[in-house]
């Protein structure tokens, strides 16, 4: 911005100069301006002048205060022409203190507002004559006028430094975009001085990516609303694109006609960078530098997609590992994981060509190779990965001779889209263990009958519904510094009357995609409410409970309105409920999302982003998002703190919620060094082994009184 200098008079010393000159009229011996005072603030005396020395003047200004509380906050004059005769007992003591035989009282206002008082007194009975009040009155609007003058210069003064050390980019131009002003911001992040601007446009910052319907329809916006805001690419002096946040809003005068345009915009660019890193990191398993599972499913499916458009094969493989389990007992989980990083360099260092390669998760490995010839070109892609295990690793000392389990199939002779070919090779790979007779085997169609085995499921799981065998667990969620439990997280947990305990995720799965989930996510929410409601009676520091929200559920129109029945229906205050969603359902309709997440957040409940990092989330639209927590995922956790690449996600993502104003939590802390690693880097809560395990109802409650009375 231009530099505006300081006024060089501020309003005091204007009051003292207008008083000295007229205190030096003859006749006049007495000169006060009382100003109005804050809001339910008595008035206040700015400037005296007058009488001798020898007067009392805190005496005198008590006399003036008195004067100006009982003329009140009018626009009319008063004129005391003869105090010798007056009852008026402050007119009496001026009279008799200081020798005061008439009084004015001018009022002082500025475009309608008062500001106060000029007192003027006389030694001279009927001294202020119409002429006389006549000049005083110009004198006080000359004055009021100043005034006005010396506020307004003041205030630009203070509006200018504000601008000129805000952290955005400001650019200020008459009505036909011309730049009148920038501030130093903007010449940090374009590149361009305040000279080189001056009297141009603010296209010269165009970067060419946005066509001619983009600015039209910010313009429309502009016009009929008066401002505008949204991502923009714009183009440094060096040529440099880079994104920016910009708001645009119409100056319009009394008139309603615009004089200028504000332009206020914010550098992106490193929240760019760090979306790009967290994207680039959540696509790499850290432990093995492999693809992690979520990446390497959609770049298979993108390789398929090549591959089918060319008319050429590709060999599909999936490897599992027989006895890390077993290596983890024995020589703990960091020599497990030294093993998993060596198998992941032996499988790249097999160099095969145009290959993917992943760790799927645990001891399971993937590799798709494209441009096969032949189906036995796919057995050899199974033989060069088993060779991986043809050399003892080596685990403190001990030789161990590590035995893979390979199934394989073919594209697309095996399944002609992602999904289908990776689980057909995947039932190859399980009945290859379950023989173990050998540690390669193609897929063929007679192990489909292992595929149907979700169907089997998907129709136990109803009659689960029926028949009361799904119940909850509860896992606390705790702060690390105090070590008070501030809320548990709810899981969900089915116990099979023939088979036992089953995994959530395994049935999770066959209940979304057969929509079971609606009915099991809706008494999941109504007995969690009704728990936690029941728990947090008589509780001092009531507990939030958190639950987990499908995408299925989510993407239910009155998801919101149901939520509302059950807290009202349970009695729990809605700010102890906490919603959970993962990142990729939030990611995957943005605006429906964000309506539904605003829907939520007026019930009052708390909203929450599970597994945040192993997603692409987009972070300009993640700031517009009600959110209030973010939940680091567990497989970040798990290397603290010895993995640099865990430490540097973890570190990111607080960082990220921190900028942003949320809440961060992390699941999956089981060891103290990990939770001493996060709450080092600013985490306060956390879940995990390390405090409990996830439990039914009755021991959740045993434990809680446990750990209320250790603490």
């Not at 301006?33 to 805190?58: C, K, R, W, Y």
């Not at 989330?617 to 995922?633: E, F, N, Q, T």
């Amino acid at each position: 911005m231009a530099d505006l200098k300081s006024p060089l008079e501020d309003v005091a010393a204007l009051y003292k100069h207008a008083c000295n000159a007229l205190a030096l009229t003859p006749g006049i011996n007495l000169v006060g301006v009382v100003l109005v005072a804050l809001e339910n603030q008595p008035p206040t005396i700015t400037f005296m002048s007058g009488p001798a020395p020898g007067v009392d003047q805190t005496l005198l200004a008590s006399h003036l205060l008195t004067i100006a509380q009982n003329t009140g906050q009018t626009d009319d004059q008063h004129v005391y022409d003869d105090l010798e005769n007056t009852t008026i007992p402050v007119h009496q003591a001026l009279r008799a203190q200081v020798g005061i035989n008439a009084i004015v009282v001018l009022p002082l206002s500025c475009k309608g507002k008062p500001l106060g008082w000029l007192i003027i007194g006389s030694d001279v009975a009927a001294f202020f004559k119409a002429e006389c009040l006549a000049l005083l009155r110009t004198l006080t609007d000359t004055i009021a006028e100043k005034w006005h003058q010396q506020h307004h210069m003041a205030r630009l003064y203070l509006l200018n430094r504000m601008v000129d050390r805000v952290s955005d980019g400001v650019i200020v131009t008459d009505k036909n975009t011309v730049i009148m002003a920038v501030n130093p911001r903007f010449c940090t992040i374009t590149g361009y001085s305040e000279e080189e601007v001056m009297g141009r446009k603010p296209s010269l910052l165009a970067s060419g990516r946005h066509n001619p319907e983009f600015f039209e329809a910010m313009w429309q916006r502009l016009i009929q609303l008066g401002h505008w805001r949204g991502e923009i690419w714009n183009r440094r002096k060096n040529g440099e694109v880079y994104p920016e946040w910009l708001t645009i809003s119409a100056v319009c005068d009394e008139a309603g006609v615009v004089e200028n345009y504000l332009a206020v915009f914010s550098d992106l660019s490193e929240w760019m960078e760090a979306e790009h890193r967290i994207r680039e990191l959540a696509s790499v398993d850290l432990l093995t530098g492999l693809l992690n599972a979520d990446a390497f499913r959609k770049r298979l499916a993108v390789l398929l997609k090549e591959a089918r458009s060319r008319k050429e094969r590709a060999a599909i493989a999936v490897l599992s590992l027989s006895r890390l389990r077993v290596i983890n007992q024995v020589y703990g989980r960091e020599m497990g994981d030294r093993l998993l990083s060596e198998i992941g360099q032996r499988i790249q260092s097999l160099g095969l060509k145009g290959a993917l390669l992943s760790r799927l998760g645990g001891d399971e490995f993937g590799a798709v190779v494209p441009g096969i010839q032949t189906r036995e070109d796919v057995m050899y892609v199974g033989r060069r990965l088993s060779s991986c295990f043809n050399a003892l690793f080596t685990l403190n000392g001990d030789t161990i001779l590590i035995r893979p389990s390979i199934g394989v199939a073919c594209f697309p002779e095996h399944g002609e889209d992602a999904v289908t070919v990776l689980a057909h090779a995947t039932v190859a790979m399980h009945r290859c263990k379950q023989e173990g007779t050998e540690a390669v085997r193609m897929y063929t169609p007679d192990l489909s009958h292992e595929a149907c085995a979700p169907f089997e499921l998907e129709q136990d799981l109803r009659r689960a519904i029926d028949n009361s065998e799904l119940w909850l667990a509860y896992q606390p969620q705790i702060d690390m510094h105090t070590g008070a439990v501030i809320g548990m997280e709810t899981l969900v947990r089915w116990t099979h009357p023939v088979l036992g305990g089953i995994s959530p995720a395994k049935f999770i799965p066959v209940a979304e995609e057969s929509g079971l989930i609606l009915p099991i996510g809706e008494w999941v929410l109504a007995e969690a409410c009704r728990t936690a409601a029941l728990w947090n009676q008589g509780r001092e520091s009531p507990l939030r409970v958190a639950v987990n929200v499908s995408a299925v559920q989510f993407q239910r129109q009155n998801w919101p309105r149901l939520v509302e029945k059950i807290l009202s229906h349970c009695d729990l205050d809605p700010a102890y409920l906490e919603l959970e969603v993962t990142e990729s359902v939030v990611m995957r309709n943005i605006d429906a999302v964000a309506n539904r997440l605003r829907a939520l957040k007026l019930l009052g409940v708390q909203l929450a982003i599970d597994d945040f990092g192993t997603g692409y989330s987009s972070l300009a639209y993640l700031k517009r998002l009600p959110i209030d927590r973010l939940k680091i995922d567990q497989s970040f956790v798990r290397g603290l703190p010895g993995d640099s690449g865990d430490a540097a996600i973890c570190r990111a993502i607080i960082g990220l919620a921190g900028s942003l104003g949320y809440s961060i939590i992390a699941e999956g802390v089981e060891t103290t060094e990990q939770a001493k690693c996060l709450s080092g880097m600013g985490c306060v809560e956390a879940q995990g082994w390390l405090y409990a395990r996830a439990m039914p109802a009755h021991e959740f409650t045993e434990w809680l009184d446990k750990h209320s009375q250790a603490r």
